[in-house]
């Protein structure tokens, strides 16, 4: 059934500049925009059932680009430590209670809740070895709706033994997910691939041997399955995989070397000391950056060349990147990216900081074209979209524009009326 939503509409088709249209009106069908207008009459929507949201902002939805679901418990806690000895003393021993499946349901539940909370509706999500916890994370955002390509991480080095699993296990894991991924169990729309999904997902380098990279590369290969993982984070990891991979070119080559960077799509986080024959690699491959501000801040990592990979060309999205990050709030991911760049600038005022639209198209179109069409509101795009009531903010003193900025700078999940993916109005997810 067609719908046709009237409120203030806002979004980015190109990174440049908002679209706006003042008291507009949106044509959905089958969970695709067919049209966006300033006038009812301009819509094929004679039959559409008209929803009228008043004086609201309605924009897209958040994609979160890089999150580790299994460590909301640590959020905010270690922000002292450096990658290494963070992993070593609080993430891998958190992770390696997901074998409980029970305690794995618990806190996918609060997590999941949060990212709704804060109108994230895709998310490229890391798991944890365990596969009946990885089954489980899907499944729960299977039942709530929510898009997310879902990895099982792959680790056989370099880790604690409860969390490292040989090749042949992985593998058979791996695919048992797949199998059931393709299964009318995860398919919600015929005429579109599932919402939810899994993904290739060796942790990094340094925990994966070469046997495990390569059995990687050939599951997204012969399953044209995406890939996930870590890039460039920090200068001790690159010294490390440097010694762990000497036949490599860079960090970027000892994945691309095993299928792992290109070959199918592919989203590196942080990326923050990669220059030269990487970025090169990257561009030829169209390897996306998912860039994770408050995680390179708290761990000590640094600021990614956010402003280099727009000029040069790259795909960009945004990641929360918890626990490393602090925070699930992926409107605010946007101020941190505006404020790295602008630390940037202070250093070089040759590269531009982000301007408002930049970080917008960053979170929302640039990110969610790694979903397919999603992100934005032009015809053929899925319907993922925010109501935000941002009354509580004296809407009228200010122009849309600036409604919706102060809203992603001072407003809250509270304002977020109403959440959609692919169509559907995206209700509260239970909690137990």
């Known amino acids: 059934m067609k719908k046709v939503y009237k409120a203030h509409i806002l979004f980015t088709k190109e990174k440049d500049r908002f679209e706006v249209y003042e008291n507009g009106y949106i044509a959905v069908e089958d969970g695709i925009v067919k049209g966006v207008a300033s006038n009812l009459s301009d819509l094929d929507a004679a039959d559409a059932e008209v929803v009228d949201f008043g004086n609201r902002l309605l924009i897209p939805a958040m994609n979160d680009m890089h999150v580790h679901a299994p460590q909301v418990h640590n959020q905010g806690v270690a922000m002292d430590l450096e990658l290494l ?16 499946v029970s305690y794995a349901e618990r806190m996918y539940r609060r997590f999941l809740h949060t990212q709704w909370l804060f109108g994230t509706m895709r998310s490229v999500v890391f798991g944890t070895v365990h596969t009946a916890s990885t089954r489980k994370l899907m499944q729960l955002y299977q039942d709530a709706g ?42 919600l729309h015929s005429s ?3 919402l939810v999904r899994p993904i290739i997902t060796p942790r990094f380098v340094p925990s994966c041997t070469p046997e495990l990279l390569k059995a990687c590369g050939e599951l997204a290969e012969k399953y044209q399955l995406p890939v996930q993982s870590h890039l460039s984070e920090n200068t001790s990891e690159i010294a490390w995989v440097q010694e762990l991979e000497p036949e490599s070119e ?54 990614a060349p956010i402003r280099t990979f ?31 760049s602008k630390m940037q600038y202070q250093q070089d005022h040759s590269k531009a900081f982000l301007t408002l639209s930049e970080a917008f198209w960053l979170a929302t179109k640039s990110a969610g074209s790694f979903f397919g069409k999603v992100g934005s509101f032009e015809p053929g795009y899925e319907f993922d979209a925010l109501v ?15 409604r919706l900025e102060r809203f992603v700078y001072v407003g809250d999940d509270r304002q977020i009326l109403h959440r959609f993916c692919r169509g559907q109005e995206i209700k509260e997810p239970k909690l137990s």
């Open 85 to 100: 000895p963070w992993l070593q003393n609080y993430t891998f021993p958190e992770e390696a209670k997901y074998a409980d």
């Open 146 to 187: 929510m898009g997310a390509l879902v990895g099982k991480v792959a680790m056989n080095r370099n880790c604690p033994d409860n969390l490292s699993e040989d090749v042949e296990a992985y593998v058979e894991g791996q695919e048992s997910l797949i199998a059931e991924a393709n299964s009318s169990l995860f398919t």
């Open 192 to 194: 579109l691939p599932p």
């Open 250 to 303: 860079s960090y970027g080559d000892a994945y691309n070397r095993y299928g792992l960077f290109g070959q199918t799509p592919t989203i590196m986080a942080h990326c923050v000391w990669t220059h030269g024959q990487e970025l090169e690699l990257m561009k030829r491959n169209g390897v996306m950056v998912a860039h994770c501000p408050t995680s390179n801040f708290n761990i000590a990592s640094g600021m």
């Open 310 to 340: 727009l000029d040069e060309g790259l795909h960009i999205g945004l990641g929360s990147d918890i626990s490393g990050g602090h925070d699930l709030n992926m409107f605010r991911m946007l101020v941190y990216a505006i404020q790295v």
């Open 388 to 402: 935000i009531d941002d009354s509580v903010l004296y809407p009228d003193e200010y122009s849309l524009q600036h």
